[in-house]
């Protein structure tokens, strides 16, 4: 390697797309350094050929100086590069927008698609201007292909971050191709170009030179397809003509192959180009590649990457060899060659091997085969491969140099197809990153990174040195940031999640969102990962009405239908949900198939959520595990399982087996931290997994001899577990396989016990033996007693050698957190170390501080006790001796006593010493032993369920001990000792007292004395001095009911009693003579004789059933339950409810005044809850039957269901309809009920259907019945008057409530006088609940119909609707018979006009068969629609007729009057002629045609027949009530103010009135109230024609109505056209302002802001303009919008329009807005301009309105002390006035006046002076 050239003018790192580290700037720098002296040079050397001056000391042979003269051999870096450097590539990756091209030796460049050619940017332009464009854009897939050899140029280099350089390319013949001219072309020369256009015959190619055209015909092409515009060609040319400005081409690949550039084609350096095959002779061979010569007299070099590698050795001076030109440096004209057959013919045109599937492996134990220090290695791996590391690669940046290895691991980083080896990297941190390439992430990873761009649409994080990915804006949080620039920045750290991957556009997107970040649900990456059932968390990415969208991972997404978005109904999801919220979804329904996902919100609950997160765990009781926390909370640990990453909880009190330690672990750990040794022990849907670390419980699950159901449990069973809880009553024990058993107070311990509370904590373990089991109940009970165990010794010593290893290793973890300077002097003490300390300060408990050079970190207390007899002084120094380090707190504790300082003897083994207790925690004392000298450590519980007694371990108590081990190892050189603590007896509870102790023995008779009476127990002395307990219910046999059986019993009698049992204290646990085992607080007994001897083990408890009758003392009413408490016996209570008490509402009232405690009661049993717990009642019922009068309380008081819910005694509920509540039926019978009221009823029927009638309730109920139960359908009967309640109206009549299950219904007709077209005029008149007397019309007891009615001459009562509604009367009698008759003629008339007709057509059918003329027919034809016509007018159901008398009818008139009814008859209801009479008499009264008279004689002859029927005086009539109708017409049309009711009307008044906006504007409202909304258009375009110019206000109105119109029933389209054309013919403020009106009016607020902001920027020296914008802002309440609207108002106006303008916006604020802020703008505007009196007035009405009289007043007294004149100050003082004597007093008012006295003093002393 010492050969080496020392010279290295190039070198450093190339761009490549995969490296994880580019090259630094100020690497590149300082090479580039060394390379431009260098070139500089040679540029020199350069200028001295062409005879320019020489440098000075220039010594270089005359030879070398006549063209490219190179000296070394190196590889092509990317500094070496520049603009214009020519070079061979191949396409490596086509995306969208650019190409990857693969340049020599390893670089990368990037060609973007507008560097193809003119012709194509061209194309892509066009499309970019117009989306209409015709021309396809061809996309560059179908231009270049992957490993295609193109000929490319550098474009730019550019210099982005970190010193990375972009290097991009083009392939633009006018860029590749510029060194070439016409004049150069040749012949036989292969050039490259692409396609410029298509034509006929072939295509005309860009080759880059001006002037010349070059075809290719398609018969010369190498592909049958045809080519697109913008594809790249390799081409020969064949023949050149017009001196090279026509070009015959060819693309033969054969030719092209082996077309050699040779002299003849006039190649030069200054033209010569890359990818050219040329033969070159070696000049010289050296190391690192070879110097060649071709052309005769140019040089070139090919590296060793680019050697033969058959041939590489082989090589020798003179050689004649072909070569492939790499790359060309115009500028230093160096010449770069490739010997590699892949690149000479055959091939050279498109290379097979272009990627590599090996990119990002890392390979160990490779070789390296050869080092060159200025490019870097070959490195050979194991199969033989070849791969290149890059100098810069082949260390990293902090070494000096790479360590010599043997063998070596390394990184393929890339694949260069123009060497066809693999590139890599020898760099650890490269090696040893996660993610090299975008395909090693995969989604749902977590990922770290930094921000490295901050942009719109999201944050750009970069992942690796080349990875990055991008955060979408909705991904930044949990919530949706208005600001995220405030929260993110360059660098900051960030965790993310992957949401999703694209590898081939390198497309990464993540999410910040907390809830998916820590989510440890499944993840749905795929559809089949979406099982039913299952749940993940998701985003929404859609709300619609129809439901959510969420979206999980990569392209996996749902619909959550709207039903399932809640288990409550969902109107509108928008409100609810928002886009990019996190939720929990469950699948319902999956199609991976067809992509479709069902999801559920509601169904979502805790267990599944639990079971999801834990399901990737296989969980087994005792199955071990080690977790890392992920959280503390205040109970325990949240962790999650390694590896599985199942979360799980540890409770604190399960990190040790000693309390003390548990919570020290918990302080000590933090997140993060790893713990081992762990044991799962439970798993539920509720808390999920938990785990344990208790190393008791841990080797107990390890045996497995533990019961794992409760069918294995046996009594005398030991077993281990833990305090689950601490009740007053005792304790629970929790066991593994979730079992727990309930220790009772008495059997807690062998000691007498008063507080559960001070005896076991929660989480010590205990060992417990089970005492009785429930099979029925699947309960237990067991003991904690040390005298009932056998594991009296349970290793104590163990216990104390396992805590201190804990708290051992709770000072590692605590002091290896960091180096701080208290930990590390903490550390260097221990106990027993003895050290000199300075005295402090003195505490108000007597304690002492102390301080020490070796701990002045930390502090240091020596308790009162351990400062006695010696000098606290402060300041004076002592010695100490370390009690116990607390490295939590900081602290240490330490003792000045002089005979624990004294030098340590030696001790004994076995020998027994008395022991001083120094120090206490909850599970260890510090003893010193005897005058030894030596400090311990002891266990302050034997056994694990010992009570630690406060006195016996007190500081400076003494206990015997005996010496194990004088010095233990595991104890750190501590003595080890045992001690015995004091005896106490197993074998029975004794009960102390002052006086003799007694034992006690079940069924023991003896004589007690009273003590004390209760209401509920008596309190007696026993003779051993200790107090009884006698229940009430042991006092009498059968007490009297109402008496108090303790009342029979005094103070100081003495009685017989026998011991029953005993009970706890607190608690009252009753434990009877079937539980001989007792140990209790208080004996119970009894005096009753019939009392159970103490051996009959038979049960006290009787099995009661409902219907029994039992004798019960009070207790107690709760007012929470509403349920008086009884008791029975000493065990058994018994609960009676407030319903079941009394049968008398007025007693119920007041329940807890009905019975006093110890009463007395006789109750019947309602039911059994348990063995212990009776439901009674005091009425003498236990269940409800019908025709029981009971209690009841009213529940809902049922308005729609008329009636009263009712909840009943015993659970029981029922239902009370309105006919029910009373014997005399009200308006309003809900009216007097409430809710919780109680009342009295009847039981009805079995369905709980209840009565509150006293004529039911009560049987010697005397008062009239108003209103009698109607029990069944046959109590009714016809033409019964009868009452009800209304409870529905419709289309079929009113239907009446007359009973609970009986309805009868009313027909319309038999409702009202009236008649109503519609029905649901009567909603408007009788409410439902109306009380109404009908009367019985028919009774079908079969069906149990009832048909009623209401009409006034059946009841005797008023009528339903009253006269002022003005309706007509219903016709009845003659007149409806008449009405009837009228009908039936008028249907026959019809049936007789259609058989006429028929007889007709039959006639013009003959006719026809006959050969009759068409004329003839036509007019038979004619006749008969006449005929028809007039039928149909006449039977129009009106019964009012007007016709011409029949001497008046002219034949003349006849046929004038036909030809215009022929004229006009298709269009009979459209008559548009003037005379309008005839259509509005048919809109005032349909009538027979009046044209009748104009018909042929048989017309005539069938009217006259018609007409017959009426008599003389009858049409006489209806002459007259047409005349009247005639007049009545002429009076309207007469008056103005008649508003025109039909098109007629108003085509009259528009011809005298045509400049009317209003008229048009109403003609406009009549067609839109018809629904004619083109008509309306049509009046609205009239009338803008019709209305003279002149009138611009009228036209403005009509435009306006126009744009109302389209608004309300147009697009938005047509409201734009119409405005548009507004704004042309009116002026445009008004226009937009009426528009801006009309969308605020619509509440299309959008639409209103934007033509507002249009306004302020076209008439922005409007005032109006930003008042009506001011306006619509503060309508809208958005008031900082209407202040920056003021502030741009203030800039445009001019300063003359400001103080109005302000003062208006104060106006509005006061209305609309703050009113402080208007306050303060008018203020602001008055302290400039006080004189204007005008503004303090407009200040004073808004004051008064919407101020205080505080402000109104300080406002008025501003005013009057103004310096205006005396009568305006005189107007002021008027309103003052005026304001006080509205709302002020007589004190104001005087103040007022008397303010004004003295300013009318003022100003007469100023006058007079």
């Keep these: 390697m010492a050969s080496i050239e020392e010279d290295f003018p190039r070198g450093g790192a190339e761009k490549k797309t995969t490296e994880p580290k580019h090259v630094k700037t100020h690497e590149v720098d300082n090479l ?113 292909t992957p490993g295609m050899l193109v000929r490319c140029v550098v474009s730019s280099l550019d210099s982005r971050k970190e010193g990375h350089v972009s290097l991009k390319v083009s392939i633009n013949p006018k860029e590749v191709n510029k060194v070439l001219s016409s004049g150069t072309l040749k012949p036989g020369m292969a050039l490259s170009g692409c396609v410029e256009s298509v034509e006929d015959h072939g295509y005309l190619v860009d080759i880059g030179i001006g002037g010349t055209k070059a075809f290719l015909p398609k018969k010369s092409t190498a592909s049958k397809q045809d080519m697109n515009v913008g594809q790249y060609v390799s081409v020969l040319i064949e023949e050149v003509k017009n001196d090279g400005r026509v070009l015959r081409l060819s693309q033969n690949p054969q030719a092209l192959a082996k077309a050699c550039a040779t002299a003849q084609h006039g190649w030069t350096l200054d033209t010569l180009l890359p990818g050219l095959l040329i033969r070159a002779r070696v000049k010289r061979v050296t190391h690192h590649g070879l110097i060649v010569t071709f052309l005769s007299s140019f040089t070139g070099v090919v590296d060793f990457l680019h050697l033969d590698e058959e041939k590489a050795s082989t090589y020798s001076q003179g050689q004649e060899v072909l070569a492939r030109v790499l790359h060309v440096e115009p500028s230093t004209r160096h010449v770069s060659l490739s010997l590699r057959s892949h690149l000479l013919p055959p091939g050279g045109a498109v290379l097979d091997e272009y990627v590599s599937q090996r990119v990002g492996e890392v390979v160990q134990g490779c070789k390296m085969t050869d080092l060159h220090h200025h490019s870097g290695a070959l490195m050979k791996m194991p199969d ?177 239908p709207v039903a399932e978005l809640s288990t409550e109904r969902v109107e509108n999801p928008e409100g609810l949900f928002f886009v990019g919220q996190v939720v929990q979804a469950k699948v319902l329904r999956c199609d991976p198939e067809n992509k479709k996902l069902c999801l559920s919100f509601k169904a979502v609950t805790e267990g599944d959520i639990k079971g999801a997160q834990t399901e990737k765990f296989s969980f087994v009781v005792g199955k071990a595990a080690n977790a890392r926390v992920c959280r503390k909370v205040l109970d325990g640990l949240e962790v999650s399982i390694v590896p599985e990453e199942a979360p799980a909880f540890i409770p604190t009190v399960h990190l040790s087996d000693h309390v003390s330690n548990c919570f020290s672990l918990w302080m000590a750990l933090e997140e993060g931290d790893t713990i081992s040794n762990m044991m799962c022990l439970s798993k539920n849907k509720k808390k999920g997994i938990t785990l344990t670390k208790k190393p008791l419980l841990r080797a107990c699950l390890e045996d497995g001899n533990i019961p794992q159901q409760f069918s294995e449990l046996q009594v005398g069973m030991q077993m281990l577990g833990w305090v689950k809880n601490v009740m007053p009553y005792g304790v629970f024990v929790g066991f593994p396989h979730e079992l727990f058993g309930l220790a009772p107070k008495d059997a807690m311990a062998d000691q007498f016990i008063t507080e559960t509370s001070a ?160 120090y206490t925690d909850k599970d260890f004392a510090v003893i010193s032993l005897d005058d030894t000298g030596h400090l311990t450590i002891i266990p302050l519980r034997i056994h694990l369920n ?428 003659e007149k409806k018979a008449k009405y009837d008759e009228d009908a039936k003629r008028k249907r026959t008339l019809s049936e007789s006009q259609q058989q006429d007709d028929e007889n007709i057509r039959k006639k013009l059918k003959t006719k026809k068969d006959k050969g009759c003329t068409e004329e003839q027919t036509s007019k038979e034809e004619k006749k008969m629609k006449k005929k028809k016509k007039k039928s149909e007018d006449s039977d129009s159901g009106v019964d009012v007729y007007f016709r011409e008398k029949e001497e008046t009818t002219s034949n003349k008139k006849c046929g004038q009057v036909k030809g215009k009814e022929e004229k006009t008859e298709p269009k009979r209801l459209q008559v548009t002629f003037g005379f309008p009479w ?159 009106d009309i969308y605020a009016k619509s509440d299309k607020i959008k639409e209103a802001e934007s033509l507002y902001k249009s306004m302020v920027k076209r008439f922005k020296q409007e005032k109006a303009v930003y008042l009506s914008y001011g306006t619509f802002l503060l309508r809208q309440r958005q008031s900082d919008d209407a202040n920056v609207l003021l502030q741009r108002a203030l800039q445009s106006l001019s300063s003359k329009e400001h103080v109005d303008l302000i003062a208006k916006f104060a106006r509005l604020e006061f209305q609309y807005g703050n009113t402080e802020r208007g306050k303060s703008m008018l203020d602001k505007v008055l302290s400039t301009y006080p004189k204007r009196t005008d503004l303090w007035s407009v200040f004073i009405d808004l004051m008064v309105k919407h101020g205080s009289q505080k402000e109104v007043r300080e406002l008025f007294d501003r005013v009057i002390h103004l310096s205006v004149s005396v009568k305006k100050i005189k107007f002021f003082f008027k309103r003052y006035l005026e304001y006080e004597k509205t709302n002020g007093t007589p004190e104001t008012i005087q103040a007022v006046k008397q303010k004004a006295v003295e300013y009318v003093e003022s100003k007469g002393a100023e006058a007079a002076s």
């Design 946 to 1373: 010992n009570i630690v007694d406060s006195k016996t371990f007190s500081v400076g108590s003494c206990l015997k001990v005996t010496v194990e081990d004088p010095s233990s190892e595991e104890l750190g050189g501590l003595p080890l000792v045992s001690f015995q603590p004091p005896n106490a007896k197993q074998e029975r509870t004794k009960s102390k007292s002052k006086g003799p102790s007694h034992d006690l023995v079940l069924g023991e008779v003896m004589t007690v004395t009273v003590k004390k009476l209760k209401p509920m127990e008596v309190l007696v002395t026993l003779p051993s001095g200790i107090t009884g307990n006698i229940h009430m219910s042991e006092i009498e046999e059968s007490p009297a009911v109402g008496s108090f059986p303790t009342s029979s019993l005094k103070v100081g009698q003495k009685v017989e009693a026998r011991v029953i049992g005993g009970r706890t204290v607190r608690g009252h646990k009753y434990l009877p003579i079937s539980h001989p085992n007792y140990a209790v607080s208080v004996p119970e007994l009894s005096l009753l004789h019939s009392t159970l001897n103490a051996d009959d083990k038979q049960s006290v408890y009787k099995n009661y059933k409902p219907g029994d009758k039992v004798i019960c003392f009070t207790s107690k009413y709760d007012q929470k339950t509403k349920t008086l408490e009884v008791h029975m016996q000493h065990n058994i209570t018994g609960t009676v409810e407030l319903l079941a008490m009394t049968q008398k509402p007025g007693q119920a009232n007041q329940p807890d005044k009905l019975f006093k405690a110890g009463q007395t009661l006789s109750a019947t049993v309602v039911g059994v809850s348990s063995s212990k717990h009776i439901r009674l009642s005091l009425t003498g019922m236990y269940k409800l039957e019908p025709g029981m009068v009971t209690m009841a309380k009213i529940w809902k008081v049922e308005t729609h269901l008329q009636g009263l819910c009712l909840q009943l005694p015993f659970e029981n509920w029922g239902f009370a309809s309105v006919t029910d509540l009373s014997d005399a039926y009200a308006d309003d019978p809900l009216e007097p009920y409430k809710r919780g009221q109680l009342v009295r009823l009847l039981m009805c029927v079995e369905n709980f259907s209840v009565s509150l009638r006293p004529s039911r309730m009560y049987k010697d109920h005397q008062k009239k019945v108003t209103d009698p139960d109607i029990k069944s359908i046959s109590d009714i009967k016809e033409g019964q008057i009868i009452r009800g309640y209304v409870t529905s109206i419709n289309d079929k009549g009113i239907f009446v409530r007359l009973s609970s299950a009986i309805s009868g219904r009313v027909w319309l007709q038999h409702a009202t006088k009236y008649f109503m077209k519609d029905p649901k005029a009567f909603f408007e008149h009788i409410a439902p609940s109306t009380l109404v007397t009908a009367k019985v019309l028919s009774v079908n007891t079969e069906n149990s119909h009832v048909n009623l009615s209401l009409l006034s001459e059946d009841t005797g009562k008023p009528d339903l609707l009253p006269e002022s509604l003005d309706v007509p009367l219903r016709l009845t009698g």
């Design 759 to 918: 005896v076991f904590e929660i989480g010590q373990t205990v060992v417990a033996i089970v005492t009785h089991l429930d099979e029925e109940k699947q309960r237990f009970l067991v003991s904690l007693r040390v005298s009932q165990l056998s594991l009296l010794e349970q290793g104590a010593n163990g216990m104390l050698i396992q805590g201190l290893k804990e708290r051992k290793d709770i000072f590692e973890i605590v002091t290896s957190r960091g180096e701080s300077d208290v930990l590390q002097q903490l550390s260097a003490v221990s106990l027993g170390d003895k050290m000199k300390m300075t005295v402090g300060d003195t505490k108000e408990d007597g304690s002492v501080t102390l301080s020490s050079d070796q701990l002045s970190e930390a502090t240091v207390l020596a308790s009162k006790f351990h400062t006695n007899g010696v000098n606290v002084t402060p300041g004076c120094k002592v010695s100490a001796v370390i009690l116990h380090v607390d490295p939590l707190k900081s602290e240490v504790h330490v003792s000045l006593l002089p005979k624990l300082i004294t030098i340590k003897k030696t001790l004994t083994e076995d020998s027994s010493l008395t022991a001083t207790i120094q």
């Design 1478 to 1636: 005839q259509s509005t008499l048919c809109t005032l009264t349909p009538f027979a045609a009046v044209d009748d008279t104009h018909e042929s004689s048989e017309d005539e002859q069938e009217v006259k027949s018609k007409a017959v029927k009426k008599s003389r005086k009858e049409l006489k009539q209806d002459q007259q009530n047409a005349e009247q109708q005639l007049s009545k017409l002429e009076a309207e049309l007469m008056d103005t103010s008649v508003r025109p009711d039909s098109t007629t009307a108003f085509e009259r008044l528009l011809l005298s009135s045509p400049d009317s906006s209003l008229l048009w504007l109403q003609y406009m409202a009549f067609h839109l109230q018809a629904t004619e909304i083109e008509q309306a258009r049509a009046v609205a375009e009239r009338a803008l024609k019709t209305i003279s110019f002149r009138e611009e206000q009228e036209k403005l109105n009509v435009w306006v109505a126009m744009l109302n119109l389209e608004n309300m029933y147009g697009t938005q389209d047509s409201l734009q056209k119409i405005f548009e054309r507004a704004i042309q013919y009116c002026e445009p403020l008004p226009v937009y302002q009426q528009l801006a």
């Design 32 to 144: 580039f350094d060394t390379r431009e002296t260098v070139v500089k040079k040679k540029k020199r050397i350069d200028g001295e050929q062409d005879g320019d001056k020489q440098p000075k000391k220039q010594k270089v042979d005359e030879e070398n100086l006549k063209l490219n003269t190179t000296t070394n051999v190196e590889i092509l870096h990317l500094r070496n590069l520049k603009i214009g450097t020519l070079m061979l590539g191949c396409v490596k990756e086509v995306s969208e927008f650019e190409l990857v091209v693969a340049l020599p030796s390893g670089l990368v460049g990037y060609l973007p698609i507008y560097n193809i050619c003119d012709s194509y940017t061209n194309i892509l332009n066009k499309r970019l201007d117009s989306e209409d464009s015709l021309e396809e854009v061809v996309p560059l897939s179908q231009l270049l």
């Design 384 to 560: 033989d491969t070849r791969a290149f590391v890059h100098k810069n690669l082949m260390k990293e940046p902090s070494e000096v140099r790479l360590l010599s290895q043997s063998e070596h691991s390394l990184r393929i980083i890339d694949y260069s197809p123009m060497e066809q080896i693999h590139l890599a990297t020898l760099r650890r941190s490269t090696i040893a990153t996660t993610f090299f390439r975008y395909q090693d992430i995969k989604v749902g990873q977590i990922v770290e990174g930094k921000v490295s761009d901050l942009q719109e649409h999201g944050v750009f994080v970069r992942v690796t040195d080349h990875i990055r990915g991008m955060i979408p804006r909705i991904h930044l949080a949990d919530v949706v940031l208005k600001n995220p620039e405030k929260m993110f920045y360059e660098g900051l750290k960030v965790k993310c999640r992957v949401l999703s991957m694209d590898v081939l556009h390198k497309r990464l997107i993540l999410t910040r969102k907390k809830a998916l970040v820590e989510s440890t649900l499944p993840l749905f990456q795929s559809y089949s990962d979406a099982r039913v059932g299952r749940i993940s968390h998701g985003f929404i990415v859609c709300v619609k009405e129809f439901g959510c969208i969420v979206r999980f991972y990569g392209d996996v997404k749902g619909l959550v």
